[in-house]
Structures are given as C-alpha cells and as structure tokens.
C-alpha cells in the first residue's frame, strides 16, 4: 500500500500557483480603447467557508479559450444577446421591465410565483441584477485576445454593431449593444488546460451564479435560464446548489449517430469507466462532460479551493467535491450541436481521460489530495 501512495503521489498532477500577469485582465473603456491591465477581484483572497462575500451581478460566465479567434465571435454574439435580453445591464434601473422570458423563469415548477418574485431567491436587485464574460485566453499562440476585444469594443460603441454568425445564427439578423466593461480578457502566460483556464476563472467571478462555457458555442446558451431555474430549485439551506448541463437525452439523434463508431465507442467506454470510478452520486450523472455547468456562489468555497485536475477530467473532480461536500447536483436537459474546429484528439485525449480519472480517483481515496 505505500508503494502505491508513493506511486499516485509521484503521478498525482499539482497546479501551479497563478502569475502576477495573470491576476489581471483587460476590457474596454467607455471611450472605446483597451484598458491598462486591471486588477481581478479574488474571492478566494478573502473568503473562508461560511464567510462568502457578496455577489456585484446576477450571473458570470467563464469562457475558456486556447486559439479560439475563429470560433469565439459566433459564441460571444449568441451569449450577450441572451445574457443582456434576460438579466439586464447592471447600471440599469431596477424598474427596468423583464421580458417574458424571464417572467416564466419566475415561475415555479407549479405555475405559483414565490413572494419575492423568483423561484427559491431574490429577484433581480440593485446588487443581483447584471452580467459580465470572463474570456480566459488558456496560453493562446493566435488572436484569441484581440478577437475578445474587438467583440467587446464593437458591441460596445455602436446601438447595432454588425453581428456575428454563430453556431445556431449563421444568417444572423440582429446584434446586442452591451455596456463597459461586462467583457473581460484574462490571459494565462502559458496553456493550463481547459480545467485550468475555468478554475482561474472562477477564482475572480462576481457573480451569484457563475456558468462556464465552451468557446464553440456548442452547447444552446439561451439554456442557461434553465439551469439557474433548476438550481434555485434544488438549493440548500446554505445557498448550495450546481446544476449540469446534459446531452443525454441526445443519445441515439442524428447529433451523435453520425459520429464515428471509434468515438461513441471510447464515449461508452469512457462512461462506464466513470460509474466504476466515481462516487455514487457522481457516478449516477448520465453526462458529466458537457461545457455547460452552472454553480451557485456559496458553493464555489466548497470546490475551487480544492481543484487539482486542469486537463479535460476537471469536470468530474468539480461533481465528485460537490458530492463530498454535500452539495445538491441536478442534471438538466440542453441543447447542443457538433461544431467544427475541435481541439480534441479522439483516441489520445480519451486515454488521457481514463489516466487522469484513476490517479483522481486514487489521490482521493488514498489522502494524497485532502480538503484541508
């Protein structure tokens, strides 16, 4: 047995402390030029479990991104379109109406409105109310940076800047104006890895939901209503609460038969090593790989701090510190399509996956990784 501690010990993977330059990010001024690098707020800087600092919007969304510049535009035009239609600018009045949308969010699952207006949480405040997109360039070698940029610049100046075509929208016949500053340009000094780039992220969130999302737009964005409506639901006395975003329910559509016999293959496979692996409650999650996840602020001291994978298993090792902390998992329906320009290698990202899911697992159990 302590050859096997020493063995998980040495092959255990340790992140790296984040860099100075990479505690900042860039956005674009009122006036329509870039910033000077700013300093990220860090709630893991102040906050201890118990002691959660308060959220300044409604929600945040963290985009990791590694040579995205082709991609992200559609993702973002997709994103800021739902995001300013559904939860206001944060300068807004807070008599500003909603739309219909989110009057039917506000609806339990009854058709009863709670008193406050929501389902299970304050409606939308003074201190609750508005977005903002954490760009995460993950070491990016292209112009993944200035692509975020000039996204925000466009939006932000012009009442109709010239919208993007994104993965649903390739003809689109509308754009967003957004308002300073809601998008900001983090860039990490070298690849981390896509678990890496949506930790960092969600170190320096201000929202009181927080929702990472892949750059490719994949996943349907105008979902998201759904998973903070599930989430309200299921949260605990504490405030507590994730919610999933899932493809099952796309199993046996076109979406993924006409998938290569290798990749569903090593999908199967990959998912039954998961049910062996993974604690029960994790292991009962048909889904734990799609980008779409929502967490509700008093939950992230329940997880962040203790995240050590940064490859693509991150998304288990986040459900497997919920399971342990105790934090209610729902897992929700949403839209998805394949979208060209993967990053993924087939064969050898998925042995990456199930090596990276065994030391996970067996530095858990073993107490090489603890939460203390």
């Given at each position: 047995?302590?050859?096997?501690?020493?063995?998980?010990?040495?092959?255990?993977p340790?992140?790296?402390?984040?860099?100075?330059?990479?505690?900042?990010?860039?956005?674009?001024?009122?006036?329509g030029?870039?910033?000077?690098?700013?300093?990220?707020?860090?709630?893991?800087?102040?906050?201890?479990?118990?002691?959660?600092?308060?959220?300044?919007?409604?929600?945040?969304?963290?985009?990791?991104?590694?040579?995205e510049?082709?991609r992200?535009?559609g993702?973002l035009?997709e994103?800021v379109?739902?995001?300013?239609?559904?939860?206001?600018?944060?300068?807004?009045s807070?008599?500003?109406?909603?739309?219909?949308?989110?009057?039917?969010?506000?609806?339990?699952?009854?058709?009863?409105?709670?008193?406050?207006?929501?389902?299970?949480?304050p409606?939308?405040?003074?201190?609750?109310?508005?977005?903002?997109?954490?760009?995460?360039?993950?070491?990016?070698?292209?112009?993944?940076?200035?692509?975020?940029?000039?996204?925000?610049?466009?939006?932000?100046?012009?009442?109709?800047?010239k919208?993007?075509?994104?993965?649903?929208?390739?003809?689109?016949d509308?754009s967003t104006?957004?308002p300073?500053g809601?998008?900001?340009?983090?860039?990490?000094?070298?690849?981390?890895?896509?678990?890496?780039?949506?930790v960092?992220?969600?170190?320096?969130?201000?929202?009181?939901?927080?929702?990472?999302?892949?750059?490719?737009?994949?996943?349907?964005?105008?979902?998201?209503?759904?998973?903070?409506?599930?989430?309200?639901?299921?949260e605990?006395?504490?405030?507590?609460?994730?919610?999933?975003?899932?493809?099952?329910?796309?199993?046996g559509?076109?979406?993924?038969?006409?998938r290569?016999?290798?990749?569903?293959?090593?999908?199967?496979?990959?998912?039954?090593?998961?049910?062996?692996?993974?604690?029960?409650?994790?292991?009962?999650?048909?889904?734990?790989?799609?980008g779409?996840?929502?967490?509700?602020?008093?939950?992230?001291?329940?997880?962040?701090?203790?995240?050590?994978?940064?490859?693509?298993?991150?998304?288990?090792?986040?459900?497997?510190?919920?399971?342990?902390a105790?934090?209610?998992v729902?897992?929700?329906?949403?839209?998805w399509k394949?979208?060209?320009?993967?990053?993924?290698?087939?064969?050898?990202?998925?042995?990456?996956?199930?090596?990276?899911?065994?030391?996970?697992?067996?530095?858990?159990?073993?107490?090489?990784y603890?939460?203390?």
């Amino acid at each position: 047995m302590f050859r096997i501690y020493v063995f998980v010990f040495a092959v255990a993977p340790i992140p790296r402390p984040p860099r100075p330059s990479e505690k900042t990010y860039k956005t674009i001024l009122p006036g329509g030029s870039v910033s000077s690098k700013q300093g990220l707020p860090c709630w893991m800087d102040h906050d201890r479990i118990g002691k959660q600092q308060g959220a300044e919007v409604f929600v945040s969304v963290v985009v990791p991104a590694y040579n995205e510049e082709e991609r992200l535009g559609g993702m973002l035009e997709e994103a800021v379109d739902y995001l300013q239609t559904h939860f206001w600018d944060a300068h807004e009045s807070s008599t500003t109406a909603v739309t219909q949308d989110h009057k039917e969010m506000q609806k339990t699952s009854k058709g009863k409105k709670l008193q406050n207006g929501t389902v299970g949480k304050p409606p939308l405040s003074a201190t609750t109310k508005g977005w903002e997109i954490l760009i995460v360039s993950d070491g990016s070698t292209d112009k993944t940076v200035d692509a975020a940029l000039s996204f925000a610049r466009s939006h932000q100046l012009y009442p109709h800047p010239k919208p993007i075509p994104g993965p649903r929208t390739p003809y689109p016949d509308h754009s967003t104006q957004i308002p300073p500053g809601a998008i900001r340009v983090i860039s990490l000094e070298e690849n981390r890895g896509k678990g890496g780039a949506v930790v960092h992220g969600m170190r320096h969130v201000r929202g009181e939901y927080i929702v990472f999302a892949d750059a490719d737009g994949a996943s349907k964005f105008s979902d998201l209503g759904r998973l903070v409506g599930e989430c309200q639901k299921i949260e605990d006395s504490q405030g507590r609460g994730v919610a999933v975003g899932s493809r099952a329910h796309l199993v046996g559509s076109e979406a993924v038969v006409k998938r290569s016999f290798l990749r569903n293959f090593l999908m199967h496979s990959f998912h039954l090593l998961l049910r062996i692996l993974t604690p029960t409650a994790t292991a009962a999650i048909k889904d734990t790989q799609c980008g779409f996840k929502l967490f509700s602020r008093s939950c992230l001291p329940y997880i962040i701090p203790f995240m050590h994978s940064e490859g693509w298993i991150f998304d288990v090792e986040m459900l497997m510190l919920a399971e342990l902390a105790g934090i209610p998992v729902a897992e929700v329906p949403v839209g998805w399509k394949e979208v060209g320009g993967s990053k993924l290698n087939v064969i050898w990202d998925s042995l990456g996956m199930a090596w990276g899911l065994a030391v996970l697992r067996a530095a858990w159990v073993l107490g090489v990784y603890r939460r203390d």
